[in-house]
């Protein structure tokens, strides 16, 4: 199970990256509320490679900030893989970045359902040119499924990237 010392270890290996190859990324952050965020800015010379954060924890907010459409929320859900793409593609829209991801879930301990349970997390990832998004369902409490959900999430830019150069 991924720890905070992962994610830190995730995040400069996507800091090196992007540095390298000039890109911005820009974060929508739902159920981790900012730790992807963190991970990176806790990183000496983020303001090189990471634009911005956006942390759309209400429904509101993913709709006011990053342009995600009322009526997918209500018909999909928050947790979705339509809201997950409309967020990384709307974070994009919404800043100078040339690279996106999002997270929205379940982290628990409540709030889970019989279809959307518990540790269930839908991701984006984007490149202005093409979104991939995922689903996975974590176990833990809910510190344990956000970070796991973080580490998940840089991960996803590492293969974003991966794919960039094929």
């Known amino acids: 199970m991924p720890t905070d010392s992962v994610v830190h270890q995730l995040a400069i290996r996507v800091s090196n990256r992007l540095r390298d190859e000039r890109l911005m990324l820009v974060t929508a952050e739902s159920c981790t509320g900012g730790m992807v965020a963190t991970a990176i800015t806790d990183i000496s010379g983020s303001s090189g490679w990471f634009e911005r954060g956006f942390v759309t924890y209400s429904n509101q907010a993913k709709s006011e900030m990053i342009g995600v459409p009322a009526d997918m929320i209500e018909k999909f859900g928050a947790v979705s893989e339509q809201v997950a793409r409309a967020m990384a593609e709307g974070a ?7 690279v996106s991801l999002s997270i929205t879930g379940v982290a628990g301990p409540g709030g889970g359902t019989e279809t959307k349970p518990v540790g269930m997390v839908s991701f984006g990832w984007s490149n202005r040119l093409h979104t991939s998004v995922e689903t996975k369902i974590f176990k833990g409490d809910r510190e344990q499924i956000r970070v796991q959900a973080a580490a998940h999430a840089l991960r996803g ?3 974003l990237l991966d794919e960039r150069e094929h």
């Open 92 to 98: 994009l829209r919404n800043s100078r970045a040339q």
């Open 157 to 159: 830019v590492l293969a």
